[in-house]
Nanobody, 115 residues
Framework: QVQLVESGGGLVEPGGSLRLSCAASGIVFVVYDMGWYRQAPGKQRELVAI???????NYGDSVKGRFTISRDNAKRTIDLQMNSLKPEDTAVYYC?????????WGQGTQVTVSS
């Protein structure tokens, strides 16, 4: 059974930092591209960051320079370091494992940026 379990969400003030983690099980982790997506109320789900199975990274324009994604194949985890958070970063953040044959999603973790 595939499981992607996110952790690390919460409430933070503008300008603060959070680190999200995603632990994967039930998949051959090393062959998947791993990523973070987010969905704010009333908006479509959007790409935040992705790290490919070859360790190449790509970021959504709104988070470039503030967020950093990383993966640890030995631990089967990915992290998202989020700095200089803004109120518009408020959303549910989802971990995703994707490849050409399909993908898997986590349940999501809430990130709220507010004073």
């Amino acid at each position: 059974q595939v499981q992607l379990v996110e952790s690390g969400g919460g409430l933070v003030e503008p300008g603060g930092s959070l680190r999200l983690s995603c632990a994967a099980s039930g998949i051959v982790f090393v062959v998947y591209d791993m990523g973070w997506y987010r969905q704010a109320p009333g908006k479509q789900r959007e790409l935040v960051a992705i790290v490919t199975n070859k360790n190449r990274t790509n970021y959504g324009d709104s988070v470039k320079g503030r967020f950093t994604i990383s993966r640890d194949n030995a631990k089967r985890t990915i992290d998202l370091q989020m700095n200089s958070l803004k109120p518009e970063d408020t959303a549910v953040y989802y971990c995703a494992a994707t490849r050409r044959s399909g993908g898997h999603w986590g349940q999501g973790t809430q990130v709220t940026v507010s004073s």
